[in-house]
């Protein structure tokens, strides 16, 4: 398999901290790789990084050429209505302007928000903005798809339909995925692969070979020893 | 692990048929417009009464302020023979032109200053020194600059409305959301695309407050300026009757400018409902 990511000694500074130091990460075409680290270890810097936002590092990586991304808050521009939003995202990816109402109505329609398309983004709830923001990702028929913790802040009940999209949504686009979340259930749920990053390197990884879709009983034991590479032992607690 | 899977489809039918997602949001818009208190006129009418009766009986001598039914005849008799409308539209077209001019040039000043670091660095300073005269103090010299015609009125209205404006675009450009912008970075924005779609929209909502600021002011900058040797206009009407002691003209004079800032801004919160209806509620 290609690699759709591969980073080699990447270090970022601010200032005097150093938040990644030497990191080395691959991620193959379509593996879904989950991203884990304690809150400020610098996820969310790696993703911005791989996102172009952030040229100022030491170290290579490369992307692919067409990379999506899926910030913790949906991040859609308030005054521009739903399906201008999505297609807005087809920047850059060289499409036709008057197939685009009809890509976004599509786009849409993936997410289960097809009647929403003339809606203005506030009046959204915190899920649908998220599929939304989803949904203007994918358009853009991405081949890396970063997602930081997209599902962060949304309610318990509307994670888990979110998880279930998620997984349809990677299986039918097939992009590479590198997932940031702080919920261990969640990356086991999803990914192909689990990493954990801590003091600014890779320090554990964890292959999830189970069939999808994934109980979470089918994964009890492997949650012991992600936790503990968190550096959480106490798993009754956690 | 049945529990895990029963939520699972609990809340996938939950996104799926969302109740309040259905009904287009423009319910609560019309809930808004709730019939006005009447209890709120009482005392505005009261003091009418009040003002009518202190003039019927004297205590209000009428080269002081005439009485309300006076005011409401003579406003009458200066619209019926057309001199009301005559300087009712030369005041309009003094603020109208003034409006424009200040208008272009605070928006072109706030939309470099905003847009460009150099533009700020070499724009700001000055227009933030200027802004700290007040401009109603510059009549003097707008005298000796422009004489005592039509272009000392349209310069003091167009200072009026410039500074406002320049001053809210600018600031409305600059609390561009960070966020969006980086969004709009890695959405593959070209820097005219994130000016058109999110720098500008989002500085929408300051510059409409500017906006109205700067009509404000461009009313009591075209009252002030009519004060300078009017031959025609509200002003000129106020002040010749301020000669003949007709103190009913010059309170009709007054309420039409009351009537004109009223009605600009009503314009600005039509023109705010329309532009702003993106804005939730
Ligand atoms: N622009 C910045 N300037 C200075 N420090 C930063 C900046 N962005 C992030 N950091 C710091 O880098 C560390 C990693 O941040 P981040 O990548 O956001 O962590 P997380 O893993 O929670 O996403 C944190 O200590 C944070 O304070
Ligand atoms: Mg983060």
Request: hydrophobic share 50%; net charge neutral.
């Amino acid at each position: 398999m290609a690699g759709a990511v591969r980073i080699r000694g990447l270090v970022k500074d601010f200032g005097p901290r150093r938040v990644l130091a030497g990191l080395d990460l691959d991620v193959a075409e379509g593996e879904f790789v989950a991203l884990l680290g304690r809150s400020g270890c610098g996820k969310s810097t790696l993703l911005r990084i791989l996102a172009g936002l952030d040229p100022d590092v030491e170290g290579t990586f490369t992307v692919p050429e067409r990379v999506s991304v899926a910030f913790q808050q949906p991040r859609l521009l308030p005054w521009r209505r739903v399906w201008r939003n999505i297609s807005l995202g087809l920047r850059g990816v060289g499409r036709q302007r008057d197939k685009h109402r009809a890509v976004a109505e599509r786009a849409l329609a993936e997410v289960r928000l097809a009647d929403h398309a003339d809606a203005w983004p506030l009046t959204l709830s915190g899920g649908e903005a998220q599929r939304v923001s989803l949904a203007r990702a994918l358009v853009r028929e991405p081949e890396l798809l970063l997602l930081d913790e997209p599902f962060g802040a949304l309610d318990a009940l509307t994670r888990l339909a979110m998880h279930h999209l998620v997984e349809q949504l990677w299986r039918e686009h097939r992009p590479a995925v590198l997932f940031v979340t702080h919920d261990v259930d969640e990356a086991l749920l999803l990914a192909d692969r689990v990493v954990v990053l801590d003091e600014g390197r890779i320090v554990a990884e964890h292959h999830v070979d189970l069939p999808r879709p994934r109980r979470r009983a089918s994964f009890a034991d492997l949650r012991v020893e992600v936790l503990s590479d968190l550096g959480v032992d106490d798993v009754e607690a956690a | 692990m049945s529990a895990g899977e029963k939520s699972v489809s609990i809340s996938t039918a939950g996104v799926v048929a969302r109740p309040e997602s259905v009904v287009p949001a423009r319910a609560p818009a019309v809930k808004q417009r709730k019939l006005p208190d009447l209890r709120r006129w009482l005392s505005p009418i009261g003091l009418v009464l009040l003002w009518q009766a202190a003039s019927s009986t004297g205590v209000l001598p009428p080269d002081k302020l005439a009485s309300p039914a006076t005011v409401f005849r003579s406003a009458y008799e200066l619209v019926v023979d057309g001199q009301l409308v005559d300087a009712f539209l030369v005041s309009l077209s003094r603020v109208a032109v003034g409006f424009v001019i200040g208008a272009v040039v605070g928006g072109a000043l706030g939309l470099v200053s905003g847009l460009s670091r150099w533009g700020e660095r070499l724009l700001d300073p000055p227009v933030q020194m200027l802004r700290t005269l007040p401009h109603l103090g510059l009549i003097p010299l707008f005298i000796l600059w422009f004489g005592i015609g039509e272009e000392p009125k349209l310069a003091l209205v167009a200072a009026g409305v410039a500074f406002p404006l320049y001053l809210n675009l600018h600031a409305g450009i600059r609390q561009t959301d960070p966020a969006l912008l980086e969004a709009a970075r890695v959405l593959g924005y070209t820097r005219l695309d994130r000016v058109v779609h999110v720098v500008l929209p989002s500085a929408v909502p300051q510059t409409l407050v500017g906006l109205r600021i700067a009509l404000g002011t461009a009313w009591l900058s075209l009252i002030v300026g009519e004060q300078i040797n009017a031959d025609a206009g509200i002003g000129y009407l106020i002040n010749n009757a301020r000669e003949f002691l007709r103190t009913d003209v010059v309170v009709v004079g007054l309420l039409v400018y009351a009537l004109l800032g009223l009605s600009t801004d009503a314009l600005v919160r039509a023109l705010e409902r329309r532009v702003l209806r993106w804005r939730a509620r």
